[in-house]
């Protein structure tokens, strides 16, 4: 054990820099996922909401996507768009967009009817209603949803490093390539602590939106 964390400590010495720029390589690529998954996912989760006829094969459809094992996602994306961040964006993204949007739905589902009759009583238009009620009071099941999703991501874009995109995922490879353990902890470890950070992130925003909640 002292010679792994030896090892862990020589890495950091001699290997600051590379370690840092597939971090940034690893936080680019969740983050640019994150909000592709949001653009796409919150909008066809109100779609879904209002055209209720369509919501079941949309949802249908992208559940599918869920159960794709994520090499099987990324190996495809070579084919259609080659190798590279771009790439490996667009095909984690459609991983990610499956939680966002069932939980999209499920918000906006569980708002009670009688708040929404209320908000038309008060005048309110539909767009208003949308805006101040519906989203508002779904925003704690959407968080649920990003939070589930951004954990995939990041566990995800550790696979990305096949196909040339970068991040931390390069360092997980390169220790089992050598069967070197203290590179596999590295990249291990500044995966998860990245996951939990994301997270305890979103629960300061879900904190800090919900303080207005009852204002």
């Not at 490093?161 to 991040?167: C, P, R, S």
């Not at 939990?196 to 879900?206: C, G, K, P, R």
Request: glycine share 8%.
């Amino acid at each position: 054990m002292r010679e792994i964390w030896h090892n862990i400590i020589l890495y950091f010495e001699n290997n600051m820099d590379v370690y840092f720029t597939m971090l940034q390589q690893h936080l680019n690529i969740s983050i640019r996922v994150l909000v592709i998954s949001l653009l796409i996912s919150v909008p066809i989760g109100i779609l879904c909401v209002i055209f209720t006829k369509q919501q079941k094969w949309v949802i249908g459809l992208f559940q599918v996507l869920r159960i794709i094992p994520s090499l099987a996602v990324l190996v495809l994306s070579i084919r259609f768009f080659g190798i590279g961040m771009g790439p490996a964006v667009i095909a984690l993204a459609f991983l990610a967009i499956p939680p966002i949007l069932m939980n999209t739905v499920a918000g906006l589902e569980e708002v009670p009817f009688f708040i929404l009759e209320t908000a038309r009583g008060m005048g309110m238009t539909p767009l208003q209603i949308w805006l101040k009620v519906r989203l508002p009071l779904a925003f704690p099941l959407i968080i649920a949803g990003i939070k589930t999703a951004m954990v995939e991501i990041v566990a995800s874009a550790t696979i990305a490093a096949l196909i040339g995109a970068g991040g931390l995922g390069q360092i997980i490879f390169q220790g089992l390539s050598v069967r070197r353990t203290e590179l596999l902890l590295i990249g291990g470890i500044s995966v998860a602590i990245i996951s939990i950070s994301a997270v305890f992130l979103l629960d300061l925003l879900e904190r800090f939106v919900q303080r207005y909640k009852y204002v």
